[in-house]
Each structure stands twice: as C-alpha cells, then as structure tokens.
C-alpha cells in the first residue's frame, strides 16, 4: 500500500504512538526499521507518547495491565481540557506499577524514533513535551 500510494504521486506520512504498556526496545527497534524501509515514499513521521483516555479500551483495562495514575500531578491543564473535551480527559502522567513507562521514559522513546527519522532524512513533528508549554 506505502509504495502504490508514493507510486500514485501522493505524500504520505506515518503516525506512531509510542509507551504503551509492555512496549520494549525492540519493538521500538522494529518502528526505527519500518522509517528505515520506507523512508524513500515517507514525507514524514509523527511521534506522539501514549496518554490515557477515559472510556476506551485502554482505559478500561489499566488495572489488568497494571497502569497507575501518578497522584499530585496534573494531568489535564484548562487548556488540554477545552482541546479534548470530545474524548474526556487525557493521562499523560500514568506509569506501569513496576515503576516503568513513566512520561519521562515515554517522551525518551518518542525523541528516539524522531531522531532515527531525521537521521534517515524523514522529517518529523510530534506531541510531547516541546508543545507542553501551550497548556500550563
């Protein structure tokens, strides 16, 4: 499909989310192979980390995957809120309760599959912590 749409003369851009639960450096290694393959017929690639939705599957199985909601922090400014109010109130700020997968964790792996991009000439662009200052 990647090659007949490049073939057809359109752009084409592949969106990945990355941190979702259980997620290792493999498979962030097979992401980085996927850009690799097809980086010639990719105009860009968007990384976004993984943010919690209240009412979707995810959510819905968080205590079977063992995802804890970290206490004391915010985690939907004003501003997040009013963007997506369709969907409740996102999580970006959960964990694993082995104390893995925290948004730090997950904002490294985002910045990672990014850079690879760039290194491979696809240009990027993301959600994360570099737009974060539009909601506080």
Do not use: K
Request: net charge negative.
């Amino acid at each position: 499909m990647i090659r007949a749409i490049h073939d057809a003369g359109l752009l084409q851009s592949a969106i990945f989310i990355v941190g979702y639960p259980g997620e290792t450096g493999d498979d962030l290694r097979e992401t980085i192979d996927f850009v690799a393959e097809h980086r010639a017929r990719l105009s860009d690639v968007f990384a976004g980390s993984l943010v919690l939705l209240r009412g979707t599957p995810l959510w819905e199985r968080r205590e079977e995957l063992e995802i804890e909601i970290i206490p004391g922090i915010p985690s939907h400014p004003a501003a997040l809120r009013a963007t997506c109010a369709l969907y409740t109130f996102p999580h970006a700020n959960w964990r694993l309760r082995d104390g893995t997968s925290e948004l730090a964790q997950r904002e490294a792996r985002r910045e990672r599959l990014q850079a690879a991009a760039r290194e491979l000439g696809v240009g990027t662009s993301s959600s994360g912590a570099e737009v974060q200052h539009l909601f506080d």
